[in-house]
T-cell receptor
Framework: KAGVTQTPRYLIKTRGQQVTLSCSPI?????VSWYQQTPGQGLQFLFE???????NKGNFPGRFSGRQFSNSRSEMNVSTLELGDSALYLC?????????????FGPGTRLLVL | GQQLNQSPQSMFIQEGEDVSMNCTSS?????WLWYKQDPGEGPVLLIA?????ELTSNGRLTAQFGITRKDSFLNISASIPSDVGIYFC??????????????FGTGTRLTIIP
């Protein structure tokens, strides 16, 4: 099975712009979670989508949003970019069953905001 | 929010040495996951632990779920160059519902000295 894929791998934007990142989960996985990784804050949970609905959300401002399509692919959008949004954005997929599941991560999109 | 503290923060060892690292929490966890992240890549799941006291191996890696449910340990025996990377513990705290959210540890960076 192919793993989790993310596009693009690298992105450079300027402050005030908006950006959309894409994630394709492992085939058959219905849950996609997004994480932000920075040297200072480590790995932090953004949100999770399951069956095209946001199922849980971390403590990030409303500038961070996402959606999921019927094929389970997910996009994450950040509007009005700030310098502090520079980070590695990771998505992880799982089957989405209730209870604890292990999540499988993609390679990430590295975003640099200038 | 919930925080997982890992120690040590970094390790410098020689090839062939054994490695021990741990992860502690102020709250109870019902699952512990150990991930490894290589530079520029997403975390890869190494071992999952689901029961207090559980000891699980994956090749040269052995992890244990602490009896108090507030800690976990990872050991690597006879380290090799490809063990270099950052090791993260992670898990959903007991009060979380389902698998929506993973809290990650602060990471242990392993470097092998030639």
């Amino acid at each position: 099975k192919a793993g989790v894929t993310q596009t693009p791998r690298y992105l450079i934007k300027t402050r005030g712009q908006q950006v959309t990142l894409s994630c394709s989960p492992i085939s058959g996985h219905r849950s996609v979670s997004w994480y932000q990784q920075t040297p200072g804050q480590g790995l932090q949970f953004l949100f999770e989508y399951f069956s095209e609905t946001q199922r849980n959300k971390g403590n990030f401002p409303g500038r961070f949003s996402g959606r999921q399509f019927s094929n389970s692919r997910s996009e994450m959008n950040v509007s009005t970019l700030e310098l502090g949004d520079s980070a590695l954005y990771l998505c992880a997929s799982s089957q989405g069953q209730t209870g604890v599941e292990t999540q499988y991560f993609g390679p990430g999109t590295r975003l640099l905001v200038l | 929010g919930q925080q997982l503290n890992q120690s040590p923060q970094s390790m410098f060892i020689q090839e062939g040495e054994d490695v021990s690292m741990n992860c502690t929490s102020s709250s109870i966890f019902n699952t512990w996951l150990w991930y490894k992240q290589d530079p520029g890549e997403g975390p890869v799941l190494l071992i999952a632990l689901y029961k207090a006291g559980e000891l699980t191996s994956n090749g040269r890696l052995t992890a244990q779920f602490g009896i108090t449910r507030k800690d976990s340990f990872l050991n690597i025996s006879a380290s090799i160059p490809s063990d270099v990377g950052i090791y993260f513990c992670a898990g959903p705290p007991l009060y979380n519902f389902g698998n929506e959210k993973l809290t990650f540890g602060t990471g242990t960076r392993l470097t092998i000295i030639p």
